[in-house]
């Protein structure tokens, strides 16, 4: 709150100077539309090149990269804009700068008009294409990754892209129908995502393992329709963006060049935000993404209906959506917002996901899944504790408690209201561990996999339950005033052996936390060779806050931005490289490219003076090396791990693939090597897990049995 009063204290009086010499300031009925958006754009560069973290004015060089990233905003996987196209517009790539700083946005205007120009061309190349057909014989590929290759020279090698890529389309719905209605294929339940529409009611038929019926429509609907059902809908869905909506893409643009947090969201996008992210989150219980022109899962809400179902996985892709007793509608191309209206809905109701499993491969076939719709229990989104028994060399037996912390949530409105009785994932975790110390729990684990974060005060005074007092995290600002966040209280809740567990998703605050507890040498940590690397504090930024000083009140939106960074009391930043774990453990998403390394125009990594802190085992290295070996002698016995060893060696070598052959029958010849390897890998290991009983979550699992060691080791005289 405070840094927002800095904000506007900062440049106000540039804007109501500028404003006021304009005519704008004064009268709330005097503006027209292209006013509202010229005030909107002139406060949104004026906030970012003053407040974002970089201190970057807006200047030719913000200006270029602007000119570039627009381009990407609007056709990111390169299927509309030609080199020849953007070399029309080079005229502006030096001058963005002086015209979003008069409020003038008519470069961004053109340039859309052009795409909805290339889009309408597509869609009549489309119809012309489909007619008359493709020869499926022929010995071509099609790259599947456009958005990190060179954009087309000009029209014709664009066309011969399209061309490409409806024959890609096509042969991927004739192989899907083909291998949907083969009953050995039909009988294989799975999980999904990639392209094009159908949807099959699976429910209870799938968790059985009964063959699912194919909805009418696959059987029905030839590719050709399809395809142009598909192309008709997002053409017509962008011809329907106002300039608004238009700027929206634009100024995010802007945002993105000065970091990859950063954004504009329009009045209408932060009331999709506020409104239908929430109650898509609230009907199946799922954060979704666009990439590539997919929409992707990117987890699921702990306790939702999709979680319960168990059939959805992260990095699933949705090809499409329909509703109880109506047939599907594509989204593959469709913008994230209609997405989300598509899957949200009343209590009660049932929503079919058409989608591409994430670990089946390129070639995977679509899987239906049935949702029932339901509000997420939030309950069940708090921190979960169970604990396990576990023999000891001698005999005896060791109680570990396990805490699953899927977020760092807080309910500020009752904190703030002084509510004794507010949400906090903290206090609750308070609560666990004084159940861990009545019941004589000997050891604790945290599990911070894929904990995107959230509140920074409740990860301080996470770690204030495992340390007696002293600093957190420290936190540095554009201008190098750095604060030191404290735990302010000299109590331990918990003062046995902890292990936290993390992997590439684990983000921001989970990353302070984690780092806290590798500094003060209180804990080890388990998991993939580093965490997410999101080290930036982010501020949101609502416009309408300097419109009231000019007598100003009209829907602007609001701009989040990265204001400030973390650095851990060592003194390391934990953006880009994250936090390093003491014991590295094998899993897909060290595989996955995921952590603000990949983010384009990312901060950098960087490092400060630390802190002083306390250490509170000093010879954890040696116990960490010890834990490591045998760790390391039991797992090259486990053949649980070398069925993950062979899907992490599939996963790598189908990520790697840079195109697919547009040949039917050696396309064909792919997805059934492909199945067969993921075939065997799922009959091995259902057949090791039934054998050994395990939950099948080989990470938690070995990290029980390390922590068994570390409480035998801790003991006295060992």
């Not at 003053?50 to 990407?72: A, C, P, T």
């Amino acid at each position: 709150m405070s840094l927002l009063r800095n904000s506007i204290s900062s440049f106000l009086i540039l804007y109501v100077a500028i404003l006021t010499t304009t005519g704008i300031a004064g009268d709330k009925s005097a503006l027209t539309k292209k006013q509202r958006l010229a005030v909107i754009t002139r406060c949104t560069t004026a906030i970012l090149s003053k407040n974002h973290y970089r201190q970057q004015k807006l200047d030719n060089n913000i200006s270029s990269k602007l000119f570039e990233q627009y381009f990407k905003v609007l056709d990111p996987v390169k299927i509309y804009f030609t080199q020849q196209d953007v070399m029309e517009f080079e005229q502006y790539r030096y001058y963005l700068d002086d015209m979003a700083q008069i409020g003038n946005s008519d470069f961004a205007l053109k340039v859309y008009n052009l795409l909805m120009k290339r889009m309408e061309m597509y869609e009549n190349f489309s119809k012309e294409q489909l007619k008359k057909g493709f020869d499926f014989t022929r010995k071509e590929s099609f790259a599947i990754k456009r958005n990190k290759m060179p954009r087309a020279a000009n029209m014709d090698e664009m066309k011969e892209v399209w061309r490409k890529k409806l024959k890609n389309d096509v042969l991927y719905l004739r192989l899907m129908a083909k291998n949907i209605n083969d009953k050995k294929t039909a009988k294989q339940p799975t999980t999904a995502t990639n392209t094009v529409s159908t949807a099959s009611k699976v429910d209870t038929a799938q968790q059985t393992g009964k063959t699912a019926k194919v909805h009418v429509s696959w059987k029905h609907k030839t590719p050709k329709e399809k395809i142009m059902t598909r192309l008709h809908d997002n053409l017509n869905s962008m011809k329907q963006k106002d300039d608004i909506d238009i700027l929206g893409f634009y100024l995010t643009a802007l945002a993105l060049v000065y970091g990859p947090h950063s954004s504009y969201m329009p009045p209408k996008s932060e009331e999709d935000f506020n409104i239908d992210m929430k109650l898509s989150l609230v009907g199946i219980g799922a954060v979704l993404t666009t990439d590539a022109g997919y929409t992707k899962i990117v987890k699921l809400i702990p306790g939702g209906p999709a979680e319960k179902a168990g059939q959805l996985k992260a990095n699933d892709r949705i090809i499409a959506v329909a509703q109880e007793n109506e047939q599907p509608v594509d989204v593959v191309d469709m913008s994230i917002s209609r997405v989300v209206k598509q899957i949200r809905g009343e209590k009660g109701t049932k929503v079919t996901l058409t989608i591409l499993p994430a670990a089946k491969g390129v070639n995977a076939i679509p899987v239906n899944i049935t949702i029932t719709r339901d509000k997420v229990v939030l309950k069940e989104s708090e921190a979960q504790s169970k604990i396990k028994t576990m023999p000891m060399p001698d005999g005896s037996k060791a109680k570990i408690g396990i805490i699953n912390l899927s977020k760092f949530y807080i309910d500020f409105e009752a904190y703030y209201k002084g509510d004794p009785n507010y949400m906090s994932a903290s206090r609750d975790i308070r609560k666990i561990l004084e159940k861990f110390n009545s019941e004589g729990v000997d050891g604790a684990i945290i599990d911070l996999r894929n904990n995107g974060g959230g509140s920074l005060m409740e990860a301080i005074n996470l770690t204030g339950l495992f340390i007696k007092d002293g600093p957190v995290v420290q936190v540095r600002r554009s201008n190098g005033n750095i604060s030191i966040k404290e735990d302010p209280d000299a109590e331990i809740v918990f003062s046995k052996p902890l292990i936290v567990l993390t992997n590439k998703l684990t983000s921001s605050a989970s990353e302070i936390f984690a780092g806290a507890i590798k500094d003060y040498q209180r804990g080890i940590l388990i998991g993939d060779s580093r965490t997410y690397g999101k080290g930036t504090v982010l501020d949101v930024f609502p416009i309408k806050r300097l419109l009231e000083y000019i007598n100003q009140d009209f829907p602007a939106g609001v701009i989040k931005y990265e204001s400030a960074m973390f650095y851990r009391i060592n003194g390391d930043s934990t953006q880009q490289r994250g936090v390093k774990p003491d014991i590295v453990f094998p899993s897909i998403t060290e595989e996955m490219e995921f952590g603000e390394q990949y983010n384009t125009n990312s901060l950098p990594w960087g490092k400060i003076a630390a802190d002083k802190h306390d250490i509170y085992e000093k010879d954890i290295a040696k116990m960490i090396k010890k834990l490591d070996l045998i760790h390391k002698k039991r797992l090259e016995k486990s053949a649980r791990l070398k069925i993950l060893d062979e899907t992490i060696k599939n996963y790598r070598k189908y990520r790697q693939r840079k195109t697919v052959s547009l040949n039917e029958k050696d396309r064909l010849s792919e997805y059934l090597k492909e199945k067969k390897i993921y075939d065997e890998q799922e009959k091995m290991l259902r057949q090791s897990e039934n054998a050994d009983k395990k939950s099948g979550d080989l990470c938690l699992d070995e990290s029980t049995k390390i922590m068994r060691d570390y409480i035998w080791f801790s003991g006295p005289g060992r």
